[in-house]
Nanobody, 124 residues
């Protein structure tokens, strides 16, 4: 699966952004998809994940209730709707695909394909 993330930008605290991740390859429709974020000097951090069917979603505690992950298998795209953004959400956001269903879903090591990252900056 090849992934292309987009939608990052500069937003004020309290604002919203929607990230998109366009995928190519037939494996997308059965892949578990995830979003991770990373700041300089830190390890890649889990944000959210969604099963291929869309019926199971997973969130980091830090974003629960503010972020929503979704997918459109007809468009080969996964989304991350981010509301009530905080300065601490500032990071490079990556989408990822797991085509062999590794566990746990919350670690970056469980994913085998990665997009290039899109930068989200939240100003205070």
């Amino acid at each position: 699966v090849q992934l292309q993330a987009s939608g990052g930008g500069l937003v004020q605290a309290g604002g919203s952004l929607r990230l998109s991740c366009a995928a190519s390859g037939r494996s997308f429709r059965t892949a578990r998809m995830g979003w991770f974020r990373q700041t300089p000097g830190e390890e890649r951090e889990f944000v959210a994940a969604i099963r291929w069917s869309g019926d199971n979603t997973y969130y980091a505690d830090s974003v629960k209730g503010r972020f929503t992950i979704s997918r459109d298998n007809g468009k080969n795209t996964v989304y991350l709707q981010m509301n009530s953004l905080k300065p601490e959400d500032t990071a490079l956001y990556y989408c990822a695909a797991d085509t062999v269903f590794r566990v746990p879903v919350t670690t970056w090591r469980s994913y085998d394909s990665w997009g290039q990252g899109t930068l989200v900056t939240v100003s205070s």
